[in-house]
C-alpha cells in the first residue's frame, strides 16, 4: 500500500523544499513500521543539539505518535496497530512541527 506523509515547513529556506511523499509499506504493515522508514529517508526536519517535536496525525485529526528528534524517542497515542486502519481509508498521514519538545497536548 501506498501512504502520502506530508509536513509542516520548519522554516522559510524550508518551503523550497518539497515536503510530503508517497512511501509504500506491505499490507500488513503496522504503525511500528513507519518511523524507521521516516528516518533513513530524512524526511522529518531536525535542529542539531535541540529536541524537536513532531507529531504525527491522520486525516481525521487523530494523534497517531509524537517522535522527539534528539531523543529518538517514540511515543504511541493510539490503539490502532495497523497502517491500513490508522489511515482509514485515506492513506494520508501529516507530521505537525512544534518544535518545543515540553509541549503537551
Excluded: Q
Excluded at 530524512?42 to 528528534?69: C, P, Q, R
Excluded at 495497523?82 to 485515506?90: P, Q
Amino acid at each position: 500500500m501506498k501512504i502520502r506523509f506530508t509536513r509542516d515547513s520548519v522554516c522559510m529556506a524550508d518551503d523550497v523544499n518539497d515536503n510530503d511523499r508517497d512511501y509504500e509499506f506491505n499490507e500488513n504493515a503496522t504503525i511500528e513500521d513507519i518511523m524507521p522508514i521516516i528516518k533513513s529517508r530524512h524526511f522529518l526536519a531536525s535542529i542539531i543539539g535541540n529536541d524537536v517535536l513532531w507529531i504525527l496525525y491522520n486525516m481525521y485529526d487523530e494523534k497517531i505518535l509524537s517522535y522527539y528528534t534528539l531523543k529518538d524517542e517514540i511515543i504511541y497515542h493510539t490503539t490502532k496497530k495497523t497502517l491500513s486502519d490508522v489511515c482509514d481509508g485515506t492513506y494520508h498521514l501529516h507530521f505537525r512541527y512544534l518544535g518545543d519538545p515540553n509541549y503537551t497536548d
